[in-house]
């Protein structure tokens, strides 16, 4: 026999129960959809109609009328907007080795120091270049998750010192690397395959311009570089981390500029998972670079907002307060009436090469979302005479397509395999003409 205060519990206990499990924010009770037939009906914004209702038909007009306003839409209402070069910025070479990873290469380590004051904010550029190869040579450039020292095992990088997150397995012990991290992600990185294909490769670690946590700002160049520094209160146009690393990858070509050793015409900015989001910003702003790659860059990257496939919109601001601008928040749950699509992302880049890859087993980062976005971008690249994707439907596994638009979806996870590296090598000599 239930009393009525057993059953007041009892509701209380059924109403709480079913808020834990209707409650989409906060993580646990977030169930992604994997299912297409449940993706929600949607429809694009066109990269070509301008917000007048004219629509831009050739490349003239896109770069001059419609290019801008896109772009300012995504610093509005999902990365921010960030600041250009720092007037006092300055540059350090700090090591050199002519015969470094067995003679193959000339490693270089470059400090750039953003106010120009060595005890001021900076970021530690770790470069590799071929010993064989005519100098300048073309570059693939991206920042890194473990620090420098962790994409290859040479004992001459220097270990990052720097904030790390924290797990015993990735040699990070209170926040700081330790040796045992040497070369832990040097699977990513393909450092030897790079070499003898006559590029260089330059990495800086992510953390050195804002450590990955939502306080992290504090210590990254958003704080370094306010006049209110820890105290700055962000309006809600201005930059995340995602914004922040993208600015680094921009300064750091500001150095590639100033090395007679490097064709900073010719560099290949890339990125894996929020780092792949990273290359994507940091391309569609900067078109000094020539190449953008993104791996497995997922929501807020390559993928499409309004498929909600996988992670969404609401989730990533939930997981990641930090990552994109404070505007972003305002569609959780709402991507329909987002300004923008992530197809518009990619059209931004046009007409430079870009790549957009994804991994079967990662449905979390949505493969066929990203291969729509590479599609929907076409347009734009059309009015420049350039082909774009070229394909229709979206390719059978480890069969990479695409023209100035690449794609593939390889076996496997969410990673940087050497298959990926592959085709990137592939798509950066057919675009640079080797
Ligand atoms: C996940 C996040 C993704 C992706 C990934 C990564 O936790 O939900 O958007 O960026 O991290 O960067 O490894």
Redesign the pocket.
């Known amino acids: 026999m239930h009393t009525s205060s057993d059953c007041l519990l009892l509701g209380l206990l059924m109403s709480s129960f079913l808020l834990a499990v209707c409650r989409t924010s906060g993580g646990e009770a977030f169930k992604p959809n994997y299912d297409e037939s449940k993706v929600p009906p949607y429809t694009l914004p066109d990269p070509l109609t301008l917000a007048n209702g004219e629509k831009v038909t050739d490349a003239r007009s896109w770069q001059a009328r419609r290019r801008p306003e896109v772009l300012g839409l995504f610093q509005t209402h999902v990365y921010g907007r960030s600041p250009g070069r720092p007037m006092d910025m300055t540059f350090e070479l700090t090591s050199q080795i002519r015969d470094a990873l067995g003679g193959i290469a000339t490693r270089k380590e470059v400090s750039v120091y953003f106010t120009g004051r060595k005890d001021g904010p900076k970021m530690d550029m770790l470069i590799y270049l071929p010993n064989n190869a005519k100098k300048p040579v073309p570059a693939f450039l991206g920042l890194n998750?473990g620090g420098n020292h962790a994409i290859h095992s040479d004992p001459g990088i220097t270990l990052s010192r720097q904030w790390m997150r924290d797990s015993k397995e990735a040699g990070v012990v209170n926040n700081r690397a330790t040796e045992a991290s040497r070369g832990k992600e040097a699977s990513r990185w393909q450092v030897e395959k790079v070499l003898q294909r006559g590029y260089a490769l330059a990495t800086i670690y992510y953390g050195d311009i804002e450590p990955d946590f939502a306080e992290g700002w504090k210590m990254g160049v958003r704080a370094a570089l306010s006049p209110k520094g820890a105290d700055t209160a962000f309006a809600p146009d201005e930059w995340g981390a995602i914004g922040a690393w993208a600015w680094g990858l921009s300064r750091a070509l500001d150095y590639l500029e100033a090395d007679a050793d490097l064709d900073a015409k010719r560099v290949a900015v890339i990125g894996?998972?929020?780092?792949?989001?990273t290359a994507l910003w940091a391309g569609a702003q900067d078109e000094r670079f020539a190449i953008t790659i993104s791996n497995?860059?997922?929501?807020?990257?390559a993928a499409l907002s309004r498929r909600a496939f996988g992670?969404t919109v609401e989730?990533?601001n939930n997981?990641?307060p930090h990552w994109f601008c404070g505007n972003f928040k305002r569609y959780n749950l709402k991507e329909a009436d987002l300004p923008v699509d992530q197809h518009q992302l990619i059209a931004l880049i046009a007409p430079r090469p870009v790549y957009v890859a994804s991994a079967e087993e990662d449905r979390?980062?949505d493969p066929r979302g990203e291969f729509l976005s590479a599609k929907h971008a076409e347009p734009v690249y059309r009015l420049f005479g350039e082909k774009g994707l070229g394909v229709e439907d979206m390719p059978p596994v480890n069969q990479p397509v695409g023209d100035t638009i690449g794609y593939h979806i390889r076996t496997g996870n969410?990673d940087v395999k050497e298959y990926d590296w592959e085709q990137y090598l592939k798509f950066a000599d057919r675009h640079f003409g080797r």
């Open positions: 998750f894996h998972s929020r780092l792949g989001k497995d860059s997922g929501c807020g990257g992670e989730r990533i997981a990641f979390w980062a969410h």
